[in-house]
């Protein structure tokens, strides 16, 4: 927990007005909170902690793919001398970031979703300009600011997220979300370089198109995270289809790249949604096939899974549990480890067992000065690991949800359901449109299943009743 005092506070606020910068994009000074050395340093530190915490996607071809496209469009940016560097991240969900420094991250999942190379394009050029314009270094002196003015009237809401954080490595940089302003600017530079390497920029206006289609068909819970941390300032496609235009014009791009049947085959075969081999949840039950283990989740709580860590939380936000490895040898080393890596406070321990594993049960506080963190941990051995699932709530919640955590604790058990152990994951397959008609007949004539029709139009940035040649390249899901 950080502790100002007035002088400090005073002098913090007083120093901001001298740490002014130019902006490499506006030509505009600005108050910054790092210098280009400091944002650099930053940038390779969060580095391996976003490989850690999502995984690298394993696909040579197209991990070179966006390194050329990547180093292309970054020697005609506003900032040409930045060691920029570029990663598919294994993840399902819908998005691209960037981090200060030069470093840009593509979910396997949005590159699932893009239906040509100036799609790609565009997104690219987008997260290249919030690094030029220096968008992440300035969301983070607004978040110092705001800390300044917030940290005193802070409730036990954020001190849960602090707990996830510690698991997760702190990765908040990654969900700073910009403003419409900051938004209209990375989609003009957007335009701009993807338009300067040769593309066809209009072509970013539909893929904003997609990612709506694709938000409108899912719950607001499950809003694919572009469109969470880059909200749309409003008549975008009209201003990016203009915007396209006049760049077509001023480079005299009159056959701009597009590039479709060329990114089809580059992604025929990527994984598409969650990978079993990571883990999954069905029926209110976690599964790992890899690590054999499975437990249920409290009915209704929503859950977040990475490499790294699995997360439950309830709806009301008042309790929330983690699934990760606890260091240590045995399970005493684990629960001392596991104690001091939450600072928290032992109230009670026994050594028991879950349907036959070795186990300890903790009870633990964590005192704050907002109030106290009541918590429930089983640490279990099983397969040469060791296993730490914790339950968080506000001492005055806990009693609510104690026998939740509990129960979903005492579940843990060895998987060996052959089902569930070979689970395969769906991938997107590039086929060959058999007849001229519409994109339904087409996935019609692939055995494609009725109720995934609207999910695969969206896939495939059409309209079931979009025209579609014979002999054109559509995607379909497949295991």
Known sequence: MRKF???????????????????????????????????????????????????????????EFINQKGKEMAAVSHRPDLQYQFRIVDSDILNAFAVPGGYVYFTRGIMAHFNNEAEFAGVLGHEIGHITARHSVIQQRNAMLGQIGLIAGMVIAPELTDFAQTASQGMQLLFLKFGRDDERQSD??????????????????????????????????????????????????????????????????????????????????????????????????????????????????????????????SKDGKAMMLLNMAPGKTLK????????????????????????????????????????????????????????????????????????FAGSMQSFRNLTDASKLNRKPERVRIKTVKQTGTLEQALKSYNAPVKRYEELAILNGMTLKDKVQQGSLFKVIEQ
Not at 18 to 46: H, R, Y
């Open 333 to 404: 080393e684990a629960a001392d480890a596991v104690l001091k890596q939450y600072g928290l406070t032992l109230t009670g321990s026994s050594e028991t067992t879950v349907n036959g594993l070795p186990a300890i049960r903790i009870q633990a506080n964590q005192v704050l000065e907002q109030g106290t963190l009541s918590t429930l941990s089983y640490l279990i051995q099983h397969g040469g690991n060791i296993y730490h699932l914790i339950g968080v709530a506000a001492q005055a919640d806990y009693n609510n949800y104690a026998s939740l």
């Open 5 to 63: 005092i007035t002088i400090g506070v005073l002098a913090a606020t007083v120093a901001l007005f001298d740490m002014c910068a130019v902006n490499p994009v506006t030509g505009k000074k600005q108050i910054v909170l790092m210098s280009e050395e400091q944002e650099i340093e930053l940038g390779k530190q969060s580095d391996p902690e976003i490989i850690q915490q999502f995984g690298l996607y394993e696909d040579k071809a197209l991990q």
């Open 188 to 313: 003009d530079l957007g335009v701009e370089y993807s338009s300067k390497i040769g593309y066809d920029a209009q072509q970013m206006a539909g893929f904003f198109n997609t990612l709506k289609r694709k938000s409108a068909q899912t719950s607001s819970e499950e809003l694919p995270a572009f469109l969470s941390t880059h909200p749309d300032p409003g008549d975008r496609n009209v201003a990016v289809s203009k915007l396209a235009s006049q760049w077509k014009q001023q480079l005299n791009l009159s056959v701009p790249k597009v590039n479709r049947d060329t990114y089809l085959r580059r992604i025929d075969g990527i994984i598409y949604g969650e990978d079993p081999k990571q883990g999954f949840v069905e029926n209110s039950i976690f599964y790992h096939p890899v690590l054999k283990i499975q437990f249920t989740i409290p009915s209704g709580w929503a859950s977040q899974n990475s490499p790294q860590t699995f997360q439950m939380a």
